[in-house]
Structure formats: C-alpha cells, structure tokens
C-alpha cells in the first residue's frame, strides 16, 4: 500500500488561498446561504463574521496556510510536489448581479514566484467581460508562465457550450494551454442545471486538440461525467469538493478502471492537502491507480513532462 510521502502528488484544484491570500466572502448572499446549508457542520448553521472567520482558521478548523512558506513546509511533509493556485471568477447569478470572487493574476503571480518553482499560478475567465478576461489570460499565460485556466460557467448561468465561452476555448488553444471547469451542482444556490457534463460534448468534438477538465465530480450526474471523460480523449475529470471517503462508489469505479485511470486527477479544493490525501489512500484501489490520480495524469495534462 502506498504511504503518503511516496508520491510526490499534484492539487490540480487549489486556490490562492491556500497560500495566504486573504479573503471573506460572507458579504455575499450566495455564500450566506451556503453556510447554512452545504457546508453547515463548518459553520455551525450561520454565515461567520470577518472575526470569526479569522478565528476559525487561526483555530486550525478550516485548512489553509497563512504564506506561500507554510504551504511549501506542508507540501514537503505530506508528500506534494505541485500545487494549482488558480483565479476563479464567480458572477451573483440572483442576488447581486456582480461579481463576488475572483483573485487577481498580479497577486497570483506574487505568489508563485515565493513558490521555489512548485507553485503553478491558473487564471480565469469572466464571460460578460470577454475582451478584458481573454488580455488577462495572455498576459498571464506569456508573461507569468501560467499554465491553467479555470472557469466557472455555473455562476454566470451558462452553459460550457454557450457561445460566450468558446473565445474562451479559441484563447487556450492558440496559446496551447489546458481549460478546467466546474460541472454538477453547486455548493451555492446557483443554476446546476447548467452544469450537466453532456453541455461539454460539443466543446470536446469542437476543439479536440485541448484539453479539458471537468472539475468536482460532475455530481450529481456522476455516470455523465465518466461518460465525457472516456468518450473524449482530450477530457479528464478531476475530483476536487469532495473528500475522497466521501466519493460515490460509481466514481471510485470509474477511477479504479481501465477507463478512467489515466484521466481523473486530484484536488483538493483547499480541503487540506493531509487530509484529502491521507483519505485517497486509504481507498481499496489499486496502487497503479494511486499513482495516476495524485500524479501522472496531472503531470500529462499540465504538460510538465
């Protein structure tokens, strides 16, 4: 059985976050509600004020680290040698109609350079602001070498399919660049609807020279979401938000199989690099699949190799 510290594994989903950027989203009606219902046992039931929010994480009850240092200590304890540090732009599809996260490429990019080399900086896509999102992506992509863009189709209430995203697609490919995204519901009162893992079919048969990862499982259309993956050879999935005891067993199979092996990827999501890792191990999968999921699939989907 493969101890801890034997792979050296990637988080292919991960935030800037994770490495101190400081953040309180609970302004915002969207993440209001979701302390009350998603992530409940968190939050004890209620939005958390800015002070509280800091003593939850100063109490060690929410992952995290307070500076690129701490995470590079961490990733040196727990066995990680990349870690995805990634923009993600979200948009108040009822309540606000503005924007309500993103993190910006220049502070990203502070971040990345602190990361002796190990930290890999994502931007991100804002589909109703699409001439100033595509200048973003090239100048992080050409001059701060970032090699991921994620994006978040849900929150602005469309589908990957539509057609404000695919100058998206048309940018990652001309810089030859992978493109993530989240599929499945959202832990946030958001339109799910749009995030069925079948609105990706025609963005893979459209652009099948890039490479493509549906993040979070696509729950709950799970049996979709494996679907994609092994239909389309430019599709990987990966299975951030969750923690691993907690995937359901349709996709601890796919993962375990022939079929899906080579394609899924890990995530923490910033769940805690110990402890998401320490539960995919103690799956009943084989070893060859542990070495893929935590590393190999990212390394090749990435391009670091």
Same mark, same amino acid.
């Given at each position: 059985m493969a101890e801890l510290a034997d792979i050296k594994a990637v988080d292919i989903m991960n935030y800037p976050t994770e490495a101190g950027y400081e953040e309180y989203m609970f302004d915002w009606e969207e993440f209001k509600i979701m302390a009350r219902s998603t992530f409940?046992?968190?939050?004890?039931?209620?939005?958390?004020?800015?002070?509280?929010?800091?003593?939850?994480?100063?109490?060690?009850?929410?992952?995290?680290?307070?500076?690129?240092?701490?995470?590079?200590?961490?990733?040196?304890?727990?066995?990680?040698?990349?870690?995805?540090?990634?923009?993600?732009?979200?948009?108040?599809?009822? &309540?606000?109609?503005?924007? *309500?996260? %993103?993190?910006?490429? =220049?502070?990203?990019?502070?971040?990345?350079?602190? !990361?002796?080399?190990?930290?890999?900086?994502?931007?991100? &896509?804002?589909?109703?602001? *699409?001439? %100033?999102?595509?200048? =973003?992506?090239?100048?992080?992509?050409?001059?701060? !070498?970032?090699k991921y863009v994620y994006f978040h189709p849900i929150t602005f209430g469309l589908c990957p399919s539509d057609a404000k995203c695919y100058p998206l697609y048309a940018k990652c490919s001309e810089l030859g660049v992978p493109v993530g995204m989240q599929v499945g519901h959202s832990a946030e009162p958001l339109p799910s609807w749009v995030g069925h893992p079948y609105e990706v079919d025609k963005v893979a048969i459209d652009f099948p020279n890039l490479k493509i990862n549906l993040s979070h499982t696509g729950y709950p259309w799970v049996d979709e979401w494996c679907s994609m993956i092994f239909r389309h050879p430019n599709v990987y999935g990966d299975i951030s938000a969750y923690n691993p005891r907690n995937l359901t067993q349709q996709t601890v199979k796919f993962m375990n199989s022939s079929r899906g092996r080579e394609k899924v990827m890990f995530g923490s999501n910033s769940y805690g690099l110990k402890l998401t890792k320490e539960q995919f191990l103690a799956l009943e999968i084989r070893d060859e699949t542990k070495q893929r999921v935590l590393r190999d699939n990212a390394i090749e989907f990435l391009g670091l190799k």
């Open positions: 409940k046992t968190q939050f004890g039931g209620q939005a958390p004020t800015r002070e509280q929010f800091k003593k939850i994480k100063e109490q060690g009850f929410m992952p995290g680290h307070n500076s690129p240092e701490e995470l590079l200590k961490t990733m040196d304890e727990v066995g990680f040698e990349y870690v995805m540090l990634t923009d993600v732009k979200m948009w108040s599809y009822y &309540y606000h109609h503005q924007v *309500i996260m %993103e993190y910006p490429i =220049d502070e990203i990019n502070k971040i990345v350079k602190k !990361g002796k080399g190990r930290f890999i900086g994502g931007a991100s &896509y804002n589909p109703f602001r *699409i001439d %100033e999102s595509l200048r =973003d992506i090239d100048k992080a992509v050409k001059e701060y !070498g970032f």
